[in-house]
């Protein structure tokens, strides 16, 4: 069983940062991209921004040169630091990582809960 925790969601004003840690632990052979989705009242859930594990990360234009995605492979926790918030960027936010138990087997896809994130205007 592998699940993911997150942290560090709350209430901001516009223009405020936010930073949010996600740590996968559980029943780990290894990890492959990682990365945060929202979802806005109303709205299907979306990325955000993925680290694909070669070295790339990509990001949603509405986010691009604001929020940055970090990872640290010893701790099993990808982080997504949130800087000049929008009201905009309001939603509750996922983590996902793709996860492989055992060296023979296929990565499956594993969910945080979900953190809120609200920027009040």
């Known amino acids: 069983q592998v699940q993911l925790v997150e942290s560090g969601g709350g209430l901001v004003q516009a223009g405020g940062s936010l930073r949010l840690s996600c740590a996968v632990s559980g029943s780990i052979f290894s990890i492959n991209a990682m990365g945060w989705y929202r979802q806005a009242p109303g709205k299907q859930r979306d990325l955000v921004a993925i680290?694909?594990?070669?070295?790339?990360?990509n990001y949603v234009d509405s986010v691009k040169g604001r929020f940055t995605l970090s990872r640290d492979n010893a701790k099993n926790t990808v982080y997504l630091q949130m800087n000049s918030l929008k009201p905009e960027d309001t939603a509750v936010y996922f983590c996902?990582?793709?996860?492989?138990?055992?060296?023979?087997?296929?990565?499956?896809?594993?969910w945080g809960q979900g953190t809120q994130v609200t920027v009040s205007s």
């Open positions: 996902n990582a793709e996860v492989k138990h055992l060296p023979w087997v296929r990565f499956d896809n594993y």
């Open positions: 680290d694909n594990n070669d070295g790339t990360t």
